[in-house]
């Protein structure tokens, strides 16, 4: 009997389910509540698309959360270490949010559509509820909630071919990690210039979601010239491209110093937020692990299910959180949890995958296109 997961009103669907399902979804996982299709094609042809041509993803599990009200300025930029009085309508910022220990909740993607008006397109975890409590005691006057909101990325060299096709000419000189508000098969949206492929590309929120598959369905007919494929995000290009996963690479257990996202704290400026206090004592006595980017020996690897242990003579002294196989690279790559004195380049250890021990080294990541220069073109 074939394993499946089981349908429940308890998980919503994506308003571009039966879209996904008539074009090959082969499963779902459930991320924020809601089914995520897993892909429609092995990894590798998936991976190839993406790179190589344009493609398009269901991603309306990044569900938005949404703060509004006179104070909503203040309440947001509570809620991250990064300062926003540098964030203008219209932009788009990569944002962690932080609890009162430095522990990282959540790192949505921000998008500020006015003064006091702002989504936060979210990963995996329940960052409503945290904005929700947070706002009770704040003294602020803020709204919490969760619009009639989707999202889609198009992504790939050949995404702003599609664009092109679909949207006003504005959209073309859109720049990285900006968006504006346009329409789209009749249904007003926001396109934005970002993305989490590590490639040229878009993402599509749909403000009315009613006729989702339809849309869905549009993208994918002014696509076929440029042999547009539906995928799901793809494991291989997020790690070749440096891009950490929520819940895999990062928790509340890890914070902003140990990823390499010091650039991401404001501890110099008049701002306040929650775990202020927390990240500066811990950037003061430093942190005693780091997130490092490692190669392992030996034949291609499946996709870790689990951490995999880190030996050092044969003591656990760190986890492998995520590992692949790059088809480009031709290496398996990852990225590991060690102490700060194992994290330089060249360093070497072992890590006890689930095809037996395999050799390590650390080496700089991102692994291809150092310099992100594809997701900026």
Known sequence: MSKQISLSPRIK??????????????????YNKMYLPIGYDDPETEFWSLVNDVTLWDVA??????ITGP??????????????????VGNCKYVLITDQNGGILNDPVLLRLAENHFWLSRADSDILMWAKGVAVNSGLDVTIGEPD?????????????????LFEPAALDLKYYDFMETTLA???????????????????YLRGTENGAEVFDSILEAGKEFNIKPISPNRIRRIEGGILDYGVDMNET?????????????????????????LQSIKEKGVQRKIAGVILDGDPLNYNEYAW????????????????????IKKNIGYAMLPIELTAIGTDFTIQTNQGLRSATVVEMPFYDPNKSLSRK
């Open 13 to 30: 669907k994506s308003p571009f389910y039966d879209a996904t399902v008539r074009h090959g979804a082969l499963g779902f996982s459930v």
């Open 61 to 66: 599990v990044q569900r938005i959360v949404e």
């Open 71 to 88: 104070d909503a300025f203040e309440f947001t930029n509570m809620l991250t270490p990064r300062d926003l009085t540098k964030c203008k």
């Open 149 to 165: 909101v989707a999202a889609m990325q198009l992504q790939g060299p050949k995404s702003i071919d599609v664009v092109r096709k």
């Open 186 to 204: 009749g249904v007003p949206v926001i396109l934005a210039r970002t993305g989490w492929s590590a490639e040229r590309g878009y993402e599509i």
């Open 254 to 278: 890890t914070n902003p110093f140990e990823i390499g996202m010091d650039r991401l704290v404001s501890l110099d400026t008049e701002q306040d937020f929650i775990g202020k206090e927390a």
């Open 309 to 328: 242990p880190v030996l050092s003579h044969d003591v656990e002294i760190g986890e492998l959180t995520s590992c692949v196989y790059s088809p480009r």
